[in-house]
């Protein structure tokens, strides 16, 4: 199935990886295809594009790429468009599994197997690591 367009600006993510987190990144590009799994991608490379080396955003970028994307454990995305826009897509499922891939973007595709979680809010989309693939 095709890809579908959530949001091709940036959007910020709150993410928990190791023993820390960061609210510093943003994600482009956040696109979902509907296969047996719902896939969901997005693009973190512009995080490692600024022009501030020392600021946070390119910090934590930077450290998720150099391995610490390994130990991801949360990605929570606060989007009324793209939480919409992926209800929209849920919608047209004729099933909607309980886990998802989420492939992360960050000087390559990281995949993991993810739970998705219900919102504390009307337009927030929390996803737990089960577990990381190849």
């Known amino acids: 199935m095709d ?27 956040v696109r979902v295809r509907m296969l047996p799994r719902v896939e969901l991608s997005l693009d973190l490379n512009g995080n490692l594009r600024t022009r501030n080396k020392s600021g946070n955003r390119y ?37 909607v599994p309980p886990h998802w891939s989420l492939v992360m973007e960050l000087e390559g595709p990281h995949t993991f197997v993810v739970r998705p979680e219900s919102p504390r809010t009307s337009h927030s989309l929390v996803m737990r690591v089960v577990k990381a693939t190849a």
């Open 59 to 95: 910090y934590d970028a930077r450290e998720l790429a150099d391995g610490k994307m390994a130990g991801l454990k949360l990605v929570q995305i606060d989007d009324s468009y793209i939480f919409e826009g992926l209800l929209a897509a849920l919608r047209r499922a004729r099933r």
């Open 3 to 29: 890809w579908i367009d959530l949001r091709r600006g940036g959007t910020p993510l709150y993410i928990e990886y190791g023993l820390t987190h960061t609210r510093n990144l943003t994600a482009r590009d």
